[in-house]
């Protein structure tokens, strides 16, 4: 089992990498993160934790694996491995549920682009980042060349693409790659009580936002603009605008479990 999944009473998904090895991605763990993020989706989540088990996050693709394949096979695996890990970073990107990852250790590859797509990063303080892809003869995945030069700019972005240097945890915070860096010991108290507490919240204004956000440098401001004020007449008339609205005035804690109930 490379990949496990439990969804907790709070509406939190677990979905833990836990190959070993540096839970290098392998077809069955590509699969598998797709067999993952399809639960998600059809469990209607209200957020999703990515953790990888031992004493790394994820070093990306699995090169021994690659490496032990004929020449003329190795094309067409690598668009099988990338294919189902590109259909899973799909399916999280669209849920309303926030993506959270917990790293630590070595993140590098397609690992970077999992630590990467999360709408709150948390790393230990002893995690390191690498890009990895060049220093083999390789070209990036897992939408880290999307991701990159968005997170941390294009020259930036090169920059790490190129040279494949190490980028600690402080610097990563630092540059935009994570959102907090905590001690290795809090890491996982800290990312679930992040998880738990945006399971608590307005889940499809949390999909919406997640969306608007994704969209913005695809679009011109007019564009941009329009998009939000449509969207936010749309939030204002759900369950979920109505229960917010209703307990600001009210001048009570909004519950939006039960407004999503309704």
Avoid at 108 to 132: R, V
Avoid at 139 to 154: E, H, K, Q
Avoid at 221 to 247: H, K, N, P, S, W
């Amino acid at each position: 089992m490379r990949i496990t999944v439990e969804v907790d009473d709070a509406g939190v998904a677990h979905v833990e990498m836990c190959r070993g090895s540096g839970n290098a991605i392998d077809l069955a763990m590509a699969q598998g993160l797709l067999a993952a993020a399809q639960e998600c989706e059809a469990a209607r989540v209200r957020a999703v934790l990515l953790t990888g088990q031992g004493p790394s996050f994820c070093v990306g693709g699995d090169l021994k694996e690659f490496g032990t394949l004929p020449r003329e096979r190795l094309a067409g695996h690598l668009t099988e491995v990338t294919g189902a890990l590109h259909a899973a970073l799909r399916i999280l990107a669209g849920l309303d549920a926030p993506l959270v990852a917990a790293v630590q250790g070595a993140v590098a590859g397609a690992g970077l682009g999992l630590a990467m797509a999360a709408d709150l990063g948390f790393a230990a303080a002893d995690a390191h980042f690498t890009a990895a892809y060049t220093a083999i003869g390789y070209t990036p995945d897992a939408g880290v060349s999307w991701l990159l030069p968005r997170l941390v700019g294009p020259k930036r972005a090169l920059d790490l693409l190129l040279t494949n240097r190490r980028v600690p945890a402080a610097e990563a915070l630092e540059i935009g790659l994570v959102s907090r860096v905590v001690a290795p010991e809090r890491l996982r108290e800290e990312a679930e009580g992040a998880a738990r507490t945006l399971a608590r919240g307005a889940t499809e204004a949390y999909g919406v936002t997640r969306r608007l956000v994704g969209g913005a440098f695809a679009a011109g401001l007019g564009e941009q603009l329009d998009a939000e004020a449509r969207r936010m007449a749309t939030a204002a008339v759900t369950a979920e605008g109505q229960e917010g609205m209703a307990a600001f005035l009210g001048r009570r804690r909004p519950d939006y479990t039960r407004a999503a109930a309704r």
